[in-house]
């Protein structure tokens, strides 16, 4: 009477596994996990499981262990070639990295994600033309998800392909229509762009979504002056004087991050 009975068979300890996994409880995971693998030693699926949860507890040689025995149990599994991948990404080893990528791609062609991860991997080395490919093709699988047109556009922007970019955010700001950053990357490709008109309206919806950052109202009132508002610029700047170092030292990173090269960034 009484408790809950205990995992019977691999699956049911994998499940377990997972639901601690998802409650952040990853050591306790873990005991379960490696139950699954006992249970079933030639399941690839169960030896990726236990390589995430190692990954997770920064053990990532063992990690590596597992996902190397689950691809030599499946090699045309898809997930221990990413998973395989992303640890070689976090210790930098991109020509390790990106072999794994690319399997995970073929094994799994419309997976988005991974071929966002391979495209990130391959800039990281100067492939850039393969770069924009593949998240080219990220946006064509799931073209509705804000997050792969702004990083097809923040690529194509450090390509030189300005007009592509701002077409790119422009679907990101659609589709991600709350999101106040996207409308202040938006008004910094325009600026890029010598789109002064619209990147007044573009800093001015991000002000819309997120009224108390003042770095927004400093970019709108430069682009006010650039279209010759000076006393809407004015207006602005004075809400922006109330910016600390703290919020020049963020808005410069932003302005670093997206490429851009403006004196904003000094009080």
Same mark, same amino acid.
């Given at each position: 009477m009484g408790g809950k009975r205990p995992p019977a068979n691999a699956y049911q300890n994998c499940e377990m596994g997972d639901t601690l996994c998802n409650n952040g *409880? &990853? !050591?306790?995971?873990?005991?379960?996990?490696?139950? +699954?693998?006992?249970?079933?030693?030639?399941?690839a699926g169960f030896r990726t499981r236990l390589g995430d949860a190692y990954a997770y507890s920064e053990m990532s040689v063992k990690a590596v262990e597992e996902y190397k025995k689950a691809i030599r149990l499946s090699p045309r599994r898809a997930e221990p070639h990413y998973s395989l991948a992303e640890v070689y990404?976090?210790?930098?080893?991109? %020509? $390790? +990295? &990106?072999p794994e990528y690319r399997l995970a791609v073929k094994h799994n062609a419309m997976n988005a994600f991974?071929?966002?991860? *391979?495209?990130? +991997?391959?800039?990281?080395?100067?492939?850039? %033309?393969?770069?924009?490919i593949q998240l080219e093709v990220a946006v064509q699988i799931a073209d509705t998800d804000a997050f792969y047109h702004f990083w097809l556009s923040?690529? =194509? !922007?450090?390509?030189?392909? &300005?007009? %592509? $970019? &701002? !077409?790119?955010?422009?679907? +990101?700001?659609?589709? $991600? !229509?709350? %999101?106040?950053?996207?409308?202040?990357?938006?008004? =910094? =490709?325009?600026?890029?762009?010598?789109?002064?008109?619209?990147?007044v309206e573009a800093f001015k919806r991000a002000i819309m979504l997120n009224p108390e950052d003042k770095s927004y109202h400093r970019v709108l009132a430069e682009a006010m002056r650039l279209c010759g508002n000076d006393y809407e610029a004015g207006l602005h700047e004075t809400i922006a004087g109330g910016m600390d170092s703290f919020d020049y030292a963020s808005l410069a990173a932003m302005k670093k991050g997206a490429g851009v090269n403006t004196n904003w960034d000094s009080e």
């Open positions: *409880l &990853i !050591s306790e995971a873990l005991t379960y996990y490696r139950k +699954a693998v006992d249970m079933e030693k030639r399941n990404r976090r210790f930098g080893q991109w %020509d $390790a +990295a &990106i991974y071929r966002y991860r *391979l495209g990130s +991997a391959l800039w990281q080395v100067g492939e850039f %033309d393969e770069a924009v923040d690529i =194509l !922007s450090k390509r030189g392909r &300005i007009v %592509d $970019a &701002i !077409s790119e955010m422009q679907q +990101a700001t659609i589709f $991600a !229509s709350s %999101d106040s950053y996207y409308s202040f990357r938006l008004g =910094l =490709l325009y600026i890029m762009g010598g789109f002064f008109e619209e990147s």
